[in-house]
């Protein structure tokens, strides 16, 4: 029998949210099926079956939100299906020593993966099961049991009892088995652990409106988590450029004639941006790299973010082993990237491990901002919109030019000024001289 649990898809992940079963109670599954579809913080994901068997049981509802680790449903072994009494009660008793045997086979990361960016995700580690003990009458919480009569509650559960200084014991468990979840020690304090539609929020005496709450979704709350840790802990330093962009716009419209002749897909001047970090990277790669308490973290690859915005908010998908790739490969991975972020299809790999980040609001008529650093990441590069403007040519004449901002975003732990500028002179080269993008 093995007991499924709510799997961590990515390294923010707390809690996750069932969107849809694809296996009802009663189903067979064989090892491989897709038994759900879990919402993460940034990702919509499908969940796979580890063993195969009946699907005994359901735990956990579509929409429901559950912390990671908990039960959501059972499957039992079809020899167990067909067993007599005395045989099932022996199989749920599972020795100790095999529990700790089955944890230990569970990759865990080692440091330094966390540490440097991944060349692949943990996804087997999330989808693990536990193997539970069962003894007496008890049902399928019987995970959150402990020794000596303590109450049965989850991690979260008890966590949340403690701050809120409530006793579990004369709190009543909606779980499995009677196990106390959450939303129980929520609903004992008088509170709603889910808010399921908007409410209307009452501002103090002399304000000019009232307010609306909206509830946070999983990825907001990972992103505001994230950019106060950020801005909080990372010295941040800003350095301003403005480029000539008539040289790339030009070599731009030149290869979009030629591909659209040939059917191909036509470059962005985001594709450009994206490939001159990857060649200034190569060329100051003091950038490509983080701060830790042992020391500076200088990265042999460049695993490039740029940042995609969603309805709910945005998420840096990655090209990885970028200094490998050419425009075109650049520019075909970042379009599928996007697309794939929009349908909420990235897998864990896709958007962890970056080394370095873009965000580009060009398209929204900005001219230039300030981004915040992606940690452990050492800098981000903020591009606005390429503006008309008049310049002084080379002939001491006024004429149109085509001008592009770039902010540098750096860590000041890692990166002083000094750096950060050569940094921005060879994105200048770049952008300025383009063919140098295509040697």
Same mark, same amino acid.
């Given at each position: 029998?093995?007991?499924?649990?709510?799997?961590?898809?990515?390294?923010t992940?707390?809690?996750?949210?069932?969107v849809r079963?694809?296996?009802?109670?009663?189903?067979?599954?064989?090892?491989?099926?897709v038994?759900?579809?879990?919402?993460?913080?940034?990702?919509?994901?499908?969940m796979e079956?580890?063993d195969?068997g009946?699907?005994?049981?359901?735990?956990?509802?579509e929409?429901?939100?559950?912390?990671?680790?908990?039960?959501?449903?059972?499957?039992?072994?079809e020899?167990e299906e067909?067993?007599?009494?005395?045989?099932?009660?022996?199989?749920h008793a599972?020795?100790?020593?095999?529990?700790?045997?089955?944890k230990?086979r569970?990759p865990?990361?080692?440091? =330094?993966?966390v540490?440097?960016a991944?060349?692949?995700?943990d996804?087997?580690?999330?989808?693990?099961?536990?193997?539970?003990?069962?003894?007496?009458t008890?049902?399928?919480?019987?995970?959150?049991?402990t020794?000596?009569?303590r109450v049965?509650?989850?991690?979260?559960?008890?966590?949340?009892?403690?701050?809120?200084?409530l006793?579990?014991s004369?709190?009543?468990?909606?779980?499995?088995?009677?196990r106390?979840?959450?939303?129980d020690?929520? /609903?004992?304090?008088g509170?709603? /652990?889910?808010? %399921?539609?908007p409410?209307?929020?009452a501002?103090?005496?002399? %304000?000019?409106a009232e307010?609306?709450?909206i509830p946070?979704?999983?990825?907001?709350?990972?992103?505001?988590?994230?950019?106060?840790?950020s801005?909080?802990?990372?010295?941040?330093?800003?350095?301003?450029?403005?480029?000539?962009?008539?040289p790339?716009?030009?070599?731009?419209?030149?290869?979009?004639?030629?591909?659209?002749?040939?059917?191909?897909?036509?470059?962005?001047?985001?594709?450009?941006?994206?490939?001159?970090?990857?060649? =200034?990277?190569?060329?100051?790669?003091?950038?490509?790299?983080?701060?830790?308490?042992?020391?500076?973290?200088r990265?042999?690859?460049?695993?490039?973010?740029?940042?995609v %915005?969603?309805?709910?908010?945005?998420?840096?998908?990655?090209?990885?082993?970028?200094?490998?790739?050419s425009?075109?490969?650049?520019?075909?991975e970042?379009?599928?990237l996007?697309?794939?972020?929009?349908?909420?299809?990235?897998?864990?790999n896709?958007?962890q491990g970056?080394?370095f980040t873009?965000s580009n609001?060009?398209?929204?008529?900005?001219?230039?901002?300030?981004?915040?650093?992606n940690?452990?990441? /050492?800098?981000?590069?903020?591009v606005?919109?390429?503006i008309?403007?008049?310049?002084?040519?080379?002939?001491?004449?006024?004429v149109v030019?085509?001008?592009?901002?770039f902010?540098?975003?750096?860590?000041?732990?890692?990166?002083?000024?000094?750096?950060?500028?050569r940094?921005?002179?060879?994105l200048?080269?770049l952008?300025?001289?383009?063919?140098?993008?295509?040697?």
């Amino acid at each position: 029998m093995a007991q499924i649990i709510m799997p961590k898809l990515s390294d923010t992940m707390t809690e996750g949210v069932v969107v849809r079963w694809l296996k009802k109670a009663g189903d067979v599954v064989n090892m491989g099926d897709v038994l759900a579809e879990i919402e993460t913080d940034k990702a919509t994901m499908e969940m796979e079956a580890f063993d195969e068997g009946v699907l005994k049981e359901v735990y956990v509802q579509e929409g429901q939100k559950i912390a990671v680790g908990e039960p959501i449903a059972l499957i039992r072994g079809e020899e167990e299906e067909s067993a007599s009494p005395e045989t099932v009660e022996k199989i749920h008793a599972v020795p100790k020593r095999r529990i700790a045997q089955e944890k230990a086979r569970i990759p865990q990361p080692k440091l =330094a993966e966390v540490q440097h960016a991944r060349d692949t995700a943990d996804v087997e580690e999330g989808y693990s099961r536990v193997h539970q003990k069962r003894a007496g009458t008890a049902g399928p919480g019987a995970a959150g049991d402990t020794a000596g009569g303590r109450v049965k509650a989850s991690p979260l559960a008890r966590k949340v009892a403690s701050k809120m200084n409530l006793d579990l014991s004369r709190i009543e468990g909606s779980g499995p088995g009677g196990r106390i979840i959450q939303e129980d020690v929520l /609903a004992a304090a008088g509170q709603k /652990a889910v808010v %399921s539609t908007p409410s209307v929020v009452a501002l103090p005496v002399g %304000s000019a409106a009232e307010a609306e709450l909206i509830p946070l979704t999983p990825m907001r709350r990972v992103i505001a988590q994230r950019m106060v840790e950020s801005k909080s802990q990372i010295p941040h330093f800003y350095l301003q450029v403005e480029l000539d962009a008539g040289p790339m716009l030009q070599l731009r419209s030149q290869a979009n004639k030629s591909l659209t002749i040939s059917g191909e897909g036509k470059l962005s001047i985001n594709d450009f941006v994206l490939k001159a970090c990857v060649e =200034a990277l190569g060329r100051v790669p003091q950038v490509n790299s983080s701060f830790s308490e042992n020391g500076i973290l200088r990265y042999k690859r460049v695993h490039l973010g740029f940042a995609v %915005s969603l309805e709910e908010g945005l998420i840096t998908p990655i090209i990885r082993n970028a200094e490998n790739k050419s425009l075109r490969q650049i520019s075909a991975e970042a379009k599928e990237l996007s697309e794939r972020a929009r349908g909420k299809k990235l897998k864990p790999n896709e958007y962890q491990g970056g080394t370095f980040t873009v965000s580009n609001l060009g398209g929204f008529d900005i001219d230039n901002f300030q981004a915040i650093i992606n940690p452990p990441q /050492a800098a981000i590069l903020a591009v606005g919109s390429v503006i008309k403007k008049p310049v002084v040519g080379n002939q001491d004449q006024i004429v149109v030019g085509h001008r592009l901002g770039f902010t540098l975003c750096c860590d000041h732990r890692v990166l002083d000024g000094a750096t950060g500028a050569r940094f921005l002179q060879e994105l200048r080269k770049l952008i300025e001289n383009p063919t140098l993008m295509l040697i």
